[in-house]
Every structure is written in C-alpha cells, then in structure tokens.
C-alpha cells in the first residue's frame, strides 16, 4: 500500500509529522483531509511552508478524499493521509478506503475529554469510534513519535 501513515492528529502538518515521521518514512505526498482547510488557500500555504522540499501537500475535503483517494492509493506515490479526529478518518474507512491502522499522534483536553495518554485525551464519542474501528479491522494505535511503542487505544478506553 503507498499509504505509509494514516494519521489523526489535531495540528495535522506540524514538527512531529515533517521531522519525525517523514524523516523516518519518507512520504512524497501529505494528503489532509480536512473541509474546512480545503477551502481555505491562506492556511494552506502557511501548513506548507513547514513541508521539507520534495513533499507534495493536498488539502482534500472528505467528498474528494472520498472519490480521489482510492486513485492515489492505487498510484503507489508513498503519502501520508491526516485528519484533524477520529471522525473523519472513521468516515473514511466507512466509504471503502482501506485502512490497516490508525496512528492518534495527538488529541488535546477539552471539555468532555478525559486523558487517557500525554497527547491523548478522548470523550465518549471518540471511545466508540475507536471501538467501530477495531471491529471493522482497523487498528487504532497512539504514537506521536516513530520511536514510541504503539499503544492501543482499545485497551486505554475500556475499564
């Protein structure tokens, strides 16, 4: 699969993703799959004035990701695709896009929210989506830094 990283992280393009997990996997391509981003050129170009040189970034809403991403899967352009929640990326999978597993590199407290990692703070909701994922197939990981030992947040949210 040229999907080398499905991401949710809430700062979507941001140090940890350009120099962390791109140093280490090598991406030629960062998808974001975010509506109000898409349509927003001024927040755009400043997510990709923090994008090494030789990385393509998109800014897809959920309809295009939807119809685009099965071809760029297909393309075997090594990308990463990045959500800002568990929701979109849940979507995602609902429409047919094939997801193996899911890496949370970073869902801050708010209120609602209790914290269940450093970088991990999930409500209710974001606990059954997590649930619907693991029986759909799809492993749902945190890991905010490629060095990190994945944890499973299946196993943080129960109990």
């Known amino acids: 699969m040229s999907v080398l990283l499905f991401r949710v992280d809430e700062r979507l393009i941001h140090g940890q993703v350009v120099v962390g997990w791109a ?10 799959v975010n509506d109000e981003l898409a349509d927003d050129a001024l927040e755009q170009s400043i997510y990709r004035t923090g994008i090494p040189e030789g990385i393509r970034a998109d800014f897809w809403t959920e309809r295009e990701a939807r119809e685009q991403l099965p071809a760029a899967i297909a393309s075997e352009e090594p990308m990463f695709v990045l959500t800002a929640d568990l929701g979109s ?30 970088y991990v703070s999930l409500d209710a909701a974001d606990e059954r989506l997590i649930d619907e994922l693991e029986r759909e197939g799809v492993r749902v990981v945190a890991r905010d830094v490629p060095t990190a030992a994945p944890v499973r947040l299946a196993e943080r949210t129960r109990g």
């Open 23 to 32: 140093r280490r996997l090598r991406p030629r391509r960062i998808i974001v």
């Open 89 to 118: 990326m849940a979507r995602l999978t609902r429409d047919g896009v094939r997801i193996g597993e899911i890496n949370v590199g970073g869902i801050h407290r708010s209120e609602g929210r209790r914290r269940v990692l450093p």
